[in-house]
């Protein structure tokens, strides 16, 4: 009997997998402990670098600042261990090349093997959302964090949780990208934003 269901259906075996994940439209990478164990072309392209110079490295060499990358691992680790996934647009580096140091707006999606160990062993992809969105003014870390959210539609008080600071703070973060975007309001704050 056949099974109803062709999600489950056997996968036909002369698919090249390895083919697959080098040709995927997305930049994609294989993890462990949020070290870089490979990677596809995609990725390379995107950030601007080798393949040698990306694997054995540490995702925080993608990241605007350490900081960043600390806090964003540990943001990551509880949501993976609730959902398995994990799902966000932040502001990423261009490692190398013509555009070394250079940020943009990225889409990262990521699942963990297990759940339990949310760093352990993952796969991650990696969209460059810069033809849509540009960053068009200096930002700190926290500005960078916290402009992210405000996209997501979170409030004050839910950012402050997410970033493990007081919602006030949050609003001074908020006061100064308004100042830097121009914004006449929380609405058209994020409005632009989201245009770049």
Not at 40 to 46: G, H, S, T, V
Not at 92 to 114: I, N, P, Q, S, Y
Not at 151 to 180: F, Y
Request: glycine share 6%; aromatic share 6%.
């Amino acid at each position: 009997m056949a099974n109803p269901n062709p999600a489950l259906q056997p996968v036909a075996p002369d698919i090249d997998y390895r083919l697959a994940f080098e040709l995927a439209p997305l930049g994609m990478a294989l993890s462990r402990q949020r070290i870089m164990v490979d990677c596809n072309q995609a990725l390379c392209d995107m950030f601007g670098a080798t393949r040698n110079q990306l694997l054995g490295q540490s995702f925080q060499l993608l990241y605007p600042s350490a900081a960043e990358y600390e806090r964003t691992g540990a943001r990551i680790a509880p949501i993976i261990g609730r959902n398995g996934t994990y799902a966000d647009d932040r502001i990423m580096k261009r490692v190398d090349g013509r555009f070394k140091g250079e940020t943009f707006w990225c889409h990262v999606t990521g699942r963990a093997l297990e759940r339990s160990a949310p760093h352990e062993a993952g796969i991650w992809s990696f969209e460059d959302l810069s033809s849509r969105r540009a960053v068009r003014a200096e930002l700190t870390p926290r500005e960078r964090e916290v402009a992210a959210l405000l996209m997501d539609g979170l409030t004050s008080k839910q950012i402050g949780k997410a970033l493990a600071i007081s919602h006030r703070t949050v609003e001074i973060h908020r006061a100064r990208l308004m100042r830097k975007y121009q914004a006449s309001s929380s609405v058209d704050l994020v409005h632009k934003l989201i245009a770049g």
